[in-house]
């Protein structure tokens, strides 16, 4: 790897990731605990995480629980490739005990949402979406800006755009119905929870831009990892 | 190892939907170039009235400087929340930060200690960070060095080793670590001390400007 290409991937890496939120839990199993961390590193399947430039969080008690939690920011994509190896381990201290847990090791996976626009309304679709370790509300929130069949410099993997592009014509031109596909990710296996942003941008007439949520009456939809 | 900053956003209106804060790092001096990379995150929901928002964004401890070839600790942060809100979107205006740092150090005369850790915050201790120190005469190369020490298995031989490794080290040890934040917060800060070997011996504690506490107990406000 050259110094400029390692630049720019540090660079990439610095400030510019795409990411989505996971949140973690730990619950105490005792009183006393002082310090629980979670500590957390990524790689390409079949690969071993390199600790000692791991990252870490401390995971934060509720106030009336022994609920701690954290929530993990992880790579949309690492090498290329959206589906990588997610390990973690905590490491816990009481008094002057420690103990560290197992390695755990999971497979992070997408799945690709649809939205069908049959009317054309719509000129972007994101898609709000998270992983809960437990309680629905716990989970992290995520966005996803989808992209539309036809329009091929669109990412169905991108987070949300500075501002809603330029489109609106190039979305009016494509046939009916329009499909929005975007990616979620989370562990292999999990249950991911999502709602359906819809906006309509760059009108002729302004005052004809609008935003809207599809959250199928409150409930959302879930999809399995 | 990244730092972790909470941006938390409070609503003033009703019928606010959602808030992401859309932000960028560059380096000293320069903006970003939005339409190449940047990253977009949703605040958390955490109720309340007026309703609050948060995010604890993680963020790196050094930006690459394409226009002089290297990397830089301190770097600036660039940031905007969008606001989707009664059926319509919404911008702030355009946020920059000074991302700089704080070096600190524990003098241990005595040679008592084995391992410390800066337990600090910014602003609160709502998104605490744990940041290994070394007395930088520590072989670089060690396997006992304070980053390698969570993910060492066998925690008995490197209470052991570092121990003796310390003791031959003339006093005082001069544990050093770095500490993040922008310019003109304040960070909350304690030390995590432990001294792991002798197992006799062995004490943990989180020490503030009042002695001796549980994490978080009592602790030293730093200026950036």
Redesign the interface.
Known sequence: MS??TA??A??????????F?LRKTWWDPAPGI??V?I?FAWTPPDGEPD????????M?PGELSRLRTA?L?VPRELDGSREYLLHH?F?V?R??E?V?SPVFTEEVVTREVTWTDETGDWTHVGI?WGVSPGAPGLA????TAAAMDGLTFEDAGA??????SPIHEFVRAQPLPHVFRGLVWGPRGADVRYVV?L?R?GSPRPEE?????EDNGGAGWTITL | MSWYYPKGWTDQEDGVEQVLIHYACTPPGQYPDWSWGHGSRVLEDRGGYPRTRLKVLRMPREVWDMEHGWSTPEYRFHYYFEVFQDGARWTTDLFSEDIVYRDLEYVDDHGWATNICIYWSVGDWGAPVYSPMEDPRFPADSEFRSTRYYSYWDKDRFHHDKFHMLQAMERPHRWQARMYGPRGATLVQQYHIGRMHPPEEKDEFWLGPDGRSAPGGNWWVQHL
């Open positions: 110094e400029l630049g720019a540090g660079a990439r890496h610095a400030g510019a990731d795409h990411l939120g002082e310090m961390q500590h600790w000692e430039s791991a990252e870490s969080r401390v934060t929530v920011e381990f490491y201290v008094g002057t420690w560290s709000g992290a929130p995520n966005y987070g949300a755009p500075p501002e809603p942003h906006v941008a831009d609008a935003e809207a949520w």
